[in-house]
């Protein structure tokens, strides 16, 4: 009861000060997931899915910026009442083509079988909550009931260090105590700066690997294709000795090389797009974040690129064996055989 009392005096005070804007909720916006069971019917039948969802106070809405489409928001009164607002792809794919609000739908609240049931009194736009790369799939926003734990997001129109001054003195007037746990952190310092983290290792991380496959592929085809043009030398100087044109022996090596090339490409290019697959499946999960960044799992201006990369790559790497293949000596060739 104290530590209610404590946050509801906080927050009140916070929303005192000039150029605040205070909310609660039971997770913070980029920083962690909550993934239910829910369950709901309708006119096309029972669908049951897992959904992004977070316990919200009023304020949650406006102080975000989370435009409100049909409906309303929560009341005061309403903290810890079986009400929700539900985002736009949720109300699709909940009720497809029926209205949505004063439908009813249950949440697995523990994933243990604990379920609830609200009514939705509210259509939410659908916004980037669970990660930057990625729209949510399905959002379930419940009233939240004053805990004495909840995450306090307060939105400021000031500097950051006046707002994080103001913020301090508050704190620290409601109670001392509360600035030895005191952590204060922004979107763009915590969640996002973490975000921003991954993907940049991430992309770090697959351009290397890519950097070092061109490399041994390179490599590679240079040796396959001098070897080939190796084991034919005799058969080129013959044919050079018997009146064979240069772009006729550059034929017969280019031919020969590209039978292991092309082997080779058609099973990168499977294994390309088995992967996409795979990554693409994962998004069936709603906390899972897109690392294709909504690029199609078969976008095939990627596919077209990657492989006029490789080709331009094999070119490169071919260009010289096929070169000292075409300059062959007949009468050397011949004499070494």
């Not at 977070?54 to 435009?67: D, H, K, Q, S, W």
């Not at 009813?104 to 009194?121: E, P």
């Not at 890519?210 to 043009?229: E, K, R, T, W």
């Not at 031919?255 to 795979?278: Q, T, W």
Request: positive net charge; glycine residues 8%.
């Amino acid at each position: 009861m104290r530590a209610k009392a404590i946050e509801a005096r906080l927050v009140a005070a916070l929303r005192e000060q000039a150029g605040l804007s205070v909310m609660l909720a039971d997770r913070l916006p980029l920083a962690g997931t909550w993934t239910p069971p829910l369950t709901a019917s309708g006119r096309s039948g029972t669908i049951a899915v897992r959904t992004l969802a977070n316990r919200v106070g009023p304020e949650y809405f406006e102080t975000l910026g989370v435009a409100l489409v049909r409906g309303r928001t929560f009341r005061p009164d309403e903290a810890g009442a079986n009400v929700a607002v539900i985002s736009e792809r949720a109300a699709r794919l909940f009720w497809p083509g029926e209205d949505p609000l004063g439908r009813t739908f249950t949440l697995d609240m523990t994933f243990r079988g604990n379920l609830q049931r609200f009514s939705v009194v509210g259509i939410a736009r659908d916004v980037r909550t669970a990660s930057p790369s990625r729209v949510d799939p399905s959002f379930v926003y419940l009233p939240l009931p004053l805990s004495g734990a909840d995450r306090v997001i307060v939105r400021a129109a000031l500097p950051p260090a006046r707002a994080l001054a103001a913020i301090r003195r508050t704190v620290q007037s409601i109670d001392p105590r509360l600035m030895t746990d005191l952590q204060i952190a922004s979107l763009d310092e915590g969640p996002l700066r973490l975000w921003h983290a991954l993907i940049d290792t991430l992309a770090r991380f697959a351009g290397t690997l890519a950097m070092i496959a061109l490399a041994l592929a390179l490599g590679g085809i240079y040796g396959v294709v001098a070897h080939l043009a190796s084991l034919r030398r005799y058969e080129i100087g013959v044919r050079l000795a018997l009146g064979a044109r240069r772009t006729d022996i550059l034929r017969l090596v280019v031919v020969d090389a590209l039978a292991p090339v092309s082997g080779g490409a058609l099973v990168g290019l499977g294994g390309g797009l088995a992967l996409s697959a795979l990554l693409r499946a994962s998004l069936s999960f709603p906390g899972t974040p897109d690392v294709l960044f909504g690029v199609s799992a078969f976008d095939l201006v990627t596919f077209a690129g990657v492989t006029a990369l490789v080709a331009l790559a094999v070119a490169i790497a071919s260009a010289g064996p096929l070169w000292r293949a075409t300059r062959v000596d007949p009468l050397i060739a011949l004499r070494s055989c």
